[in-house]
């Protein structure tokens, strides 16, 4: 099992920045992925960012956003730069076995609302 706590969400005007942290328990998080997923108002779901032993990012945010990892504080975080406000968002921790983590991750977080203003 695992549980994931996201939190660094907030309010930020265009071309800021934010980072967001994510910090996971749990005995199975070791040999799990995680990532990250946001949903806009009116919009499904869709995959922002992961890493197993590869790192991946959707087109909309290359060269943007930074996925990292704090092993020893079993914590991932995602660093956003160069913000837009198409980024503003519920941005949602995930966690699963690799290659489900890309798609249907077993665990998620509670959410963090992210907001960018023009």
């Known amino acids: 099992q695992v549980q994931l706590v996201e939190s660094g969400g907030g309010l930020v005007q265009a071309g800021g920045s934010l980072r967001l942290s994510c910090a996971a328990s749990g005995r199975t998080f070791s040999s799990y992925g995680m990532g990250w997923f946001r949903q806009a108002p009116g919009k499904e779901r869709e995959f922002v960012s992961a890493m197993t032993w590869n790192t991946y990012y959707a087109d909309s945010v290359k060269g943007r956003f930074t996925i990292s990892r704090d092993n020893a504080k079993n914590t991932v975080y995602l660093q956003m730069n160069s913000l837009k406000p198409e980024d503003t968002a519920v941005y949602y921790c995930?966690?699963?076995?690799?290659?489900?983590?890309?798609?249907?991750?077993?665990?998620w977080g509670q959410g963090t609302q992210v907001t960018v203003s023009s």
């Open positions: 995930a966690a699963g076995i690799y290659p489900s983590i890309l798609t249907r991750p077993g665990y």
